[in-house]
């Protein structure tokens, strides 16, 4: 609404003046794309939105936006026109200098710039990261006395909340859980959340690291020790692995690329618009723990399941999914739902099948971002 006003404000005052005309339609187009980044990111121009103009969106599909966008649009087109029309018959006279004034002092104060500004704050923060030390980790089957399996399960933006709320009760589990958890900056989008979990430091976006595309190649991560500790690791994700360079994190940390599953890899026919629907991450799971079992009885393995059908701001359930909670309006609702109901069968399958050394981590990558959700209090981890 802010950016909106500023539209109005700066089309209000144009004249029949070439140069005052360029100066008002490059505000607003710098007005519009901040709204536009702002619908996606859900938190203006930040350091997610600088990370993925920095690498790629390869594989990212924006059908779940263009509603918002298309009003975004048609609502900046008709603030114009409107603006415009008031002028006139208002008949209100500027100078050029007067309107120069009006025209930076908007800039200056407008919502972009502003996140602009906090955005250089925040690559400041990241400086010591440019020069610190890598972990160096030795004695890697020291380091890991009992190898048990593990099963990492990043579930696309899991509030504790949401978790607490659909959970199954009537299973009986072993379980820690942590409610206390906060997000820092670098962390709290998806590849930077999947950063933090497997290296443990947030991802540094800044200008100045060139090496952005192999995300702490020399940082010794969970995925190395887990290789030098002789597990068999596999990442599952439904998603392309070349979005947002998110195959890196593991490729170059020690997983093997016939090990890395991803939309290009999976044979399945429930697609979404992004990729496979986690229902099929699920089965490969299931396929790779019964494949571990016949063949590697005495070899640990880990799995990473990367899942997004519970990504903001509508979610992307399955039909399959869909139809098993007819009742629910809320189509983020249907997927938070549907994710934990294949976890909870996922650790039932564990169960049946006797693996008693397995561990099942379920994690947030990021908090929910949408601005508009009704399942959770905002402030909620």
């Not at 590697?296 to 399941?305: A, D, G, T």
Request: glycine share 2%; with cysteine; hydrophobic share 40%.
């Amino acid at each position: 609404m802010y950016s909106l006003l500023q539209i109005f404000t700066i089309w209000f005052f144009v004249r029949k003046d070439t140069r005052i005309l360029i100066l008002s339609s490059l505000l607003t187009i710098y007005l519009v794309i901040y709204l536009l980044i702002d619908v996606v990111s859900s938190n203006g121009f930040n350091l997610a939105a600088l990370y993925h103009l920095k690498t790629n969106v390869i594989g990212m599909s924006f059908s779940g936006y263009f509603t918002s966008f298309i009003i975004i649009i048609f609502l900046s087109v008709i603030t114009i026109f409107l603006s415009i029309y008031i002028s006139k018959k208002i008949k209100i006279k500027i100078s050029t200098k007067s309107f120069i004034f009006i025209f930076f002092s908007l800039f200056f104060l407008s919502l972009p710039t502003f996140d602009i500004i906090n955005l250089l704050y925040n690559l400041n923060s990241f400086k010591k990261l440019e020069k610190f030390e890598p972990v160096k980790v030795e004695n890697y089957e020291n380091l890991i006395n009992k190898r048990k399996n593990i099963i990492f399960i990043s579930v696309e933006s899991l509030n504790y909340s949401l978790w607490e709320k659909f959970k199954k009760k009537n299973i009986k589990l072993t379980s820690t859980s942590f409610d206390n958890i906060r997000e820092i900056d670098g962390t709290n989008w998806s590849i930077a959340g999947l950063t933090a979990l497997n290296c443990s430091l947030p991802l540094n976006p800044s200008i100045i690291n060139e090496k952005i595309h192999q995300i702490y190649i020399k940082q010794t991560c969970l995925t190395d020790i887990l290789d030098k500790s002789k597990y068999s690791n596999f990442v599952i994700q439904g998603t392309d692995g070349r979005f947002a360079n998110q195959e890196n994190l593991y490729l170059n940390h020690s997983i093997k690329k016939k090990n890395f599953l991803d939309k290009r890899k999976i044979k399945s026919n429930t697609l979404s618009s992004w990729g496979y629907h986690d229902e099929v991450l699920f089965t490969e799971a299931k396929k790779i723990i019964t494949n571990n079992i016949s063949s590697n009885k005495n070899k640990p393995f880990s799995i990473f399941i990367n899942t997004f059908d519970t990504h903001a701001p509508n979610g992307y359930p399955s039909p399959k999914c869909t139809n098993k909670y007819p009742y629910i309006k809320i189509e983020l609702e249907i997927a938070f739902r549907c994710v934990i109901d294949e976890i909870f069968d996922l650790i039932k399958f564990i169960q049946e099948k006797n693996i008693d050394e397995t561990i099942v981590i379920v994690h947030s990558d990021h908090l929910l971002m949408t601005k508009n959700s009704k399942l959770i209090d905002k402030k909620s981890t």
